[in-house]
């Protein structure tokens, strides 16, 4: 791979998505109250697609599905993780796993995911009011990612897990490395 090929995929897809992410998530976290709050409705969500769609506010500190949520580890370990696939990925970029536009296209929304839900962790616990004293390390330790699209699967009565834009990316991310890398085993078993 050429050095420099993926910089137009990061000014081109991840700072577009990463700006997105973060203007959708301060709006979220300034326009509903705190989800321990007791409050009207309309503070607490708004519903889009009445029994399909809402946007609400949640605070999440673990990972996929709230797993590790409210865990004293889960501040702690999991910036970590993200730190750690920031290294695997530059070593991937290095080694020319990521080939072809797929690949490029998958780092940019892997790195648009991290960045974002990375930027909250580190970030959404120092906007946390009643943490206005707090030491540094309560504000990091209470660090969260904001989740606010909740979706209903009406069929089976089903309230999918609310995600973001950054969780968004990574999902789609994976699916574009499965499919790369499915291609790319089709392309050597022709040859």
């Not at 050429?2 to 976290?29: A, C, E, N, R």
């Not at 946390?128 to 990091?140: S, V, Y």
């Not at 209903?152 to 991310?173: E, H, M």
Request: glycine residues 8%; aromatic residues 14%.
């Amino acid at each position: 791979m050429k050095k420099g090929s993926i910089v137009p995929w990061l000014l081109g897809v991840t700072l577009p998505l990463y700006i997105l992410d973060q203007i959708t998530k301060f709006w979220v976290v300034d326009r509903f109250v705190a989800p321990w709050i007791d409050a009207p409705k309309d503070q607490k969500m708004i519903e889009v697609i009445p029994d399909y769609f809402n946007l609400v506010r949640v605070h999440n500190q673990g990972v996929a599905f709230g797993m590790g949520n409210g865990t004293e580890w889960a501040p702690l370990v999991f910036p970590f993780i993200s730190l750690m696939a920031f290294v695997l990925i530059s070593v991937g970029l290095k080694k020319s796993f990521f080939v072809g536009k797929l690949g490029l296209l998958a780092v940019s929304l892997l790195l648009c995911g991290i960045i974002g839900n990375l930027t909250d962790r580190l970030v959404q616990g120092w906007r946390l009011e009643e943490l206005a004293g707090a030491t540094t390390w309560e504000k990091f330790k209470a660090g969260y990612v904001v989740d606010f699209l909740d979706f209903t699967i009406p069929l089976i009565n089903y309230r999918w897990p609310s995600f973001n834009v950054a969780d968004s990316c990574i999902c789609v991310a994976a699916v574009i490395l499965f499919i790369s890398g499915w291609k790319e085993e089709n392309n050597k078993s022709e040859a």
